[in-house]
């Protein structure tokens, strides 16, 4: 049974930073692409930064410079580091890995959330 289980997530001020955490069972993160979501209230989920097997990073355009994506694999966990956090970077970010180790589809495996709030 896959678990991707998301940590990290609380209120920080505009500027401030998080670090999100992805912990993995019944996968191995480096084996598939892994990837960090979000959804904000009233908006569909969207990709913020996602590494596939090699490595290779990938950011949204708003995220670019400010976030980075990780990986630990002696922890088989996966990390997303947020710095300069703006209120927009607000809602429920979302881990997310691969059915097929290296396409997204609708049978990847998704973690339960976790909350992030930035006050202005």
């Known amino acids: 049974q896959v678990q991707l289980f998301e940590s990290g997530g609380g209120l920080v001020q505009a500027g401030g930073s998080l670090r999100l955490s992805c912990a993995a069972s019944g996968i191995i993160v480096s084996s598939r692409a892994m990837g960090w979501f979000r959804q904000a209230p009233g908006k569909e989920r969207e990709m913020v930064a996602t590494m596939n097997s090699n490595g290779l990073t990938n950011y949204a355009n708003s995220e670019k410079g400010r976030f980075t994506i990780s990986r630990d694999n002696a922890k088989n966990a996966v990390y997303l580091q947020m710095n300069d956090l703006k209120p927009e970077d607000a809602g429920v970010y979302y881990c997310?890995?691969?059915?097929?180790?290296?396409?997204?589809?609708?049978?990847?495996?998704w973690g339960q959330g976790t909350q992030v709030t930035v006050s202005s």
């Open positions: 997310r890995a691969a059915f097929m180790p290296e396409f997204w589809g609708t049978r990847d495996f």
